[in-house]
């Protein structure tokens, strides 16, 4: 078992749509949760960061973690042709700078 | 603030030929890693550092060595580049949790 479940998508939603898109996990002991989005043959670019369950929000993205459930989620509201990318979650443990871990990546597709 | 850089932005090595990549952060973090990624494999560690002086494997180090002789500085090396290390590579940095990418370098090893 993976130790972060991410479908891949691809996924396609009309512009304007809220977008939803989740990770699992099976280590309770991740402690901090990252979102990044990837553009085609571009870096992962930090969109959101938090340590702790609940919700944090910035602008047009919302990222929710539920540490009970070892579940987290990003919601894209009011979609634009420009959030088109590939998003990876990624969680890690504080106590281990090498145990960062990042699911394979989902696909999105917003269609104008 | 350039954040994280990479040099060169895309290499063609014949099998056998060595190269380095250089990665250079202006944040003043402590860590610094290098990952490759690959269709299917998602993101993979090769090597990180804690800090200026100090390299450290990861997941896939095999092939690779790195250097850290400046803080703000990680060199990746493959010293005989063999085909399956065709790949493009990422370096990043951090100051103590979340991690900065740099734009990447294609790497082709034929």
Not at chain 1, 33 to 40: C, G, I, L, P
Not at chain 1, 93 to 100: D, F, G, L, N
Not at chain 2, 35 to 58: C, F, N, W
Not at chain 2, 67 to 95: D, H, I, M, W
């Amino acid at each position: 078992q993976k130790e972060v479940e991410q479908d891949p998508g691809p996924l396609s939603v009309p512009e304007g749509a809220i977008v939803s898109l989740n990770c699992t996990y099976s280590n309770s002991a991740f402690q901090y949760f990252m979102w990044y989005r990837q553009y085609s043959r571009k870096g992962p670019e930090l969109l959101m960061y938090t340590y702790s369950s609940g919700n944090k929000e910035d602008g047009r993205f919302t990222a929710q973690v539920d540490k009970s459930s070892k579940y987290i989620s990003l919601f894209i509201r009011d979609s634009q042709p420009s959030d088109s990318a590939t998003y990876l979650c990624a969680m890690g443990q504080y106590s281990s700078a090498s145990k960062i871990i990042f699911g394979s990546g989902t696909r999105l597709s917003i269609r104008p | 603030n350039a954040g994280v850089t990479q040099t060169p932005k895309f290499r063609v090595l014949k099998t056998g030929q060595s190269m380095t990549l250089l990665c250079a952060q202006d944040m003043n973090h402590e860590y610094m890693y290098w990952y490759r990624q690959d269709p299917g494999m998602g993101l993979r560690l090769i090597h990180y550092s804690v800090g200026e002086g100090t390299t450290a494997k990861g997941e896939v180090p095999d092939g690779y060595n790195v250097s850290r002789l400046k803080k703000q500085n990680f060199l990746l090396g493959l010293e005989s580049a063999a085909p399956s290390q065709t790949s493009v590579y990422f370096c990043a940095s951090s100051p103590y949790g979340e991690q900065y990418f740099g734009p990447g370098t294609r790497l082709t090893v034929t």
